[in-house]
């Protein structure tokens, strides 16, 4: 028994809507799974879930840290920024060749961004 990789993410939003057409304005599509429980949009093979934040607003996405491969972090960084996330952690080498950065959407979820050069899928 292994694991298999990275297959979600999970991100709490405290107004599904408004979370779902954010994220659909950062990836350029829509979901292709939308109820008021759970919105998931593919990524490549990989998803990316929302779920409505239940009770009072407590999010801090802090402690998870998921990265989505890019091929340009520093364009990246840039739009999500345009977009209204704020920065954590701007583009950085941390070495070889692998950049990474980090901001938090409008939620104080982090999203990550990596670009390695020596990651390759099977």
């Excluded at 809507?17 to 593919?42: I, M, S």
């Excluded at 407590?58 to 890019?70: L, P, R």
């Excluded at 840039?78 to 901001?103: F, H, K, M, Q």
Aim: glycine fraction near 12%; include cysteine.
């Amino acid at each position: 028994m292994s694991f298999l990789g990275l297959r979600t993410c999970i991100y709490k939003v405290i107004n599904l809507e408004q979370g779902k057409a954010w994220y659909t304005e950062v990836l350029g599509y829509g979901p292709y799974f939308d109820q008021p429980f759970y919105v998931g949009f593919n990524v490549q093979g990989y998803e990316l879930g929302l779920i409505p934040e239940e009770g009072e607003a407590t999010i801090s996405g802090e402690g998870v840290q998921t990265y989505w491969g890019v091929d340009d972090v520093h364009a990246m960084y840039s739009r999500l920024l345009e977009l209204g996330a704020t920065t954590y952690e701007a583009p950085n080498d941390v070495g070889d060749g692998i950049i990474v950065a980090t901001v938090k959407d409008p939620w104080g979820n982090l999203l990550c961004v990596i670009c390695n050069p020596h990651f390759k899928l099977p």
